[in-house]
């Protein structure tokens, strides 16, 4: 969960997990919906299936046991070699090195290792100059040394080199430039979309359809999207009436600035009948799911939020004539 995400924001979410799935057992054997739905509003959903598939590997593959070496660990699913590595040193004692963001601005600025530390040659570079450093003992508190001394003292923005214990060292230091090393990526431009969501509900039912299995969301249930109004309308004949329009907002990703149009349909059963068959050759994989189920799913987290506010905002009483009277 901390790969590509900050601690606060984790807290919440490790607790609840593993208060559902306390050992590795239990999340093997899970539904894969409820493993996602607990990650929703983490991002980047590949790592919470590569942590379902790994735990089938330990229960399917090793009865159980977990590996003991980096190797070991590197072979599961959506394990990196610095992170097997960090495994195997803490928990078996391994002399084995890391290089996590921390570590490389560690070692590029004590050497003066200039450029891009995600480029392969500087990292090929970095990794061998990992490797060198190892001591033969104490392989622990190594590696957990460079890691806080990256976290609280070579700071990205404002290292505090006054209390470096490497100072004297550092050819970033002597050259009174910190900052230069390493090289800072040139970051892609950001780009913007604007889609329209379909809403389509009957009685306390809504029609939600699969992500496709790559991009953005991937193999989440979401409702359906399209370009624009115009768009649905075109695909959609069927659909009777004028919607109700929803609020537009925009939901920020890493590279995208995403602007999502909703627009809400309530059908009565016989509309619902009547279109069925139209959805259905959209998206044969889609469904009907009672909106409180729909929260237990793995779902994108704005679409979670609305979710949220319709459960809310909907009796209990009415939802159960609704779901009668929608069929």
Known sequence: ML?????????????????RFPDVRALAAAAPDEVLALWSGLGYYQRARHLQRAAQVVTGELDGRFPTSAAGWQALPGVGRSTAAAIAAFCFGERAAILDGNVRRVLARTHGIAGDPGTAAARERLWSLADSLLPESGIEAYTQGLMDLGAEVCLPRAPRCDTCPLAMLCVAHARGEPLAYPARPRRARRGARASTWLWLQAGD?????????RGIWSGLWSLPEFDSPEALRAALPGLPGAPRQGAAFVHVLTHL????????WALRGRERRRLQAELATLWPDGRWVAIEEALALGIPAPLRRLLADAAAASPPARRERGARSGG
């Open 3 to 19: 790969q590509q995400t900050q601690v606060g924001t984790v807290r919440d979410y490790y607790a609840r997990f593993l208060a």
């Open 205 to 213: 039912a809504l029609w939600l359809v699969p992500r496709p299995a």
């Open 257 to 264: 600035d995403w602007t999502l149009q909703p627009l809400y």
